[in-house]
């Protein structure tokens, strides 16, 4: 059978880009719908034919725990409420998909990690990238040398961001580009290594003027080294759109862009003095149905996801020292998870 899912947080993420997938998926189907806006739940249930009983809000959240129709709950609410409801989903007896970051500190990370080993249940970080086929082609093409051993990556995210949502609160969204847009340059440079950092170098550079930075940073850029000597250098922007990794060995490079959005993806390698494109030979599902299926398989062969909630922990805590090298101006080593 296919797996069931509750979606939390009807917002544009969620409404706009997920739920749509769930019909183009072999193992996974959407079950039931929770936010607190009844309108959105008597919208969407109507659009989706989720049925009243399977409809929640914030209160009734944790009766999803006598609900056999939903194995999976998908947390896709800002930031700051991600700890809280992962844990009450694991609490509910239920596996969790939670979008990046995972939650807005390390030490959210590791309670949430607890809760559902504790429960007994599945947690996975919506890292949709890794679902990605020019992505996963990328990392292939990347960890065999391809183009020699790696020696640089560049990796470049952001976009101008409008003023008035909960981005640009700090409670909300723990950060400012960071947590939002740069985590897909960290996240890449560590799954085109498949190393962690060990030192992070980084500078933030903020017009705070601007109304929309009060509270939270708009760039922030950092160097990272890798074990193997690999050099990263990483830029975060919430005020000019950037899409775009490069991998660069000894005997040439590997180029994305776009490499993060939604679509659209094109690669160029560079290798014996000649520029050419390069596409997946089956490029198989999208990243969306990638992530929604994969979840559910695991669930149903009892695997580990290849995006656990190990790998947004150690995103968070790269977080956390790119912004202690910020403020400390200086070089920070990063520990270990
Ligand atoms: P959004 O603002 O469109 O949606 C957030 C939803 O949470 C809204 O429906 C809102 O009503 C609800 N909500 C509940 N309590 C709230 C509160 N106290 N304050 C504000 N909103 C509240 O945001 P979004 O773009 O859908 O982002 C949601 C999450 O998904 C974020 O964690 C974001 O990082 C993540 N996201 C991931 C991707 C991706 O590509 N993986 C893309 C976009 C967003």
């Known amino acids: 059978r296919k797996l069931g899912y509750a979606v939390v947080g009807l917002g544009y993420y969620a409404t706009q880009q997920i739920m749509p997938q769930?019909?183009?998926?072999?193992?996974?189907?959407?079950?039931?719908?929770?936010?607190g806006t009844p309108e959105k739940l008597a919208r969407y249930g109507a659009e989706y034919d989720i049925p009243r009983t399977h409809r929640y809000d914030y209160q009734s959240y944790d009766r999803m725990s006598a609900n056999p129709d939903i194995d999976i709950v998908y947390v896709v609410l800002p930031n700051a409420m991600h700890a809280e409801y992962t844990v009450r989903?694991?609490?509910a007896g239920k596996h969790v998909l939670?979008?990046?970051?995972?939650?807005?500190?390390?030490?959210e990370c590791r309670m949430m990690i607890a809760a559902c080993r504790e429960a007994g249940k599945k947690l996975m970080i919506g890292y949709r990238s890794r679902f990605e086929p020019y992505n996963r082609l990328a990392i292939d093409l990347a960890r065999s040398g391809h183009?020699?051993?790696s020696r640089v990556i560049t990796a470049q995210h952001g976009f101008p961001i409008s003023p008035d949502q909960w981005r640009l609160d700090r409670d909300m969204?723990?950060?400012?580009?960071?947590?939002?847009i740069g985590i897909y340059s960290l996240n890449a440079a560590r799954y085109l290594t498949g190393e962690e950092p060990t030192y992070i170098s980084?500078?933030?550079?903020t017009d705070r003027s601007d109304p929309r930075f009060r509270e939270v940073e708009d760039r922030?850029?950092?160097e990272m080294l890798f074990p193997s000597g690999v050099l990263a250098s990483c830029v975060s922007s919430y005020s000019s759109p950037h899409n775009a990794y490069r991998v660069t060995g000894t005997q040439g490079w590997i180029d994305l862009e776009p490499a993060t959005q939604y679509s659209g993806q094109a690669m160029r390698v560079s290798k014996g003095g000649t520029i050419e494109p390069r596409s997946p030979v089956e490029p198989g599902k999208n990243q969306f149905v990638g992530q929604l299926d994969h979840l559910a398989e695991c669930v149903v062969t009892e695997r580990e996801p290849i995006v656990p909630g190990e790998e947004g922990l150690r995103d968070l805590v790269a977080i956390e020292a790119i912004y202690r090298s910020a403020r400390e101006g200086r070089r920070v080593a990063v520990a270990a998870v």
Do not use: H, Y
Request: charged share 20%.
């Open 202 to 205: 980084a500078v933030e550079s």
């Open 89 to 91: 989903a694991a609490q």
């Open 22 to 35: 769930f019909r183009n998926c072999e193992f996974a189907k959407l079950t039931a719908l929770v936010s």
């Open 147 to 149: 183009v020699g051993p």
């Open 173 to 180: 969204a723990g950060g400012g580009s960071l947590m939002d």
């Open 98 to 107: 939670c979008e990046k970051p995972m939650a807005t500190s390390s030490a």
């Open 220 to 222: 922030i850029d950092w």
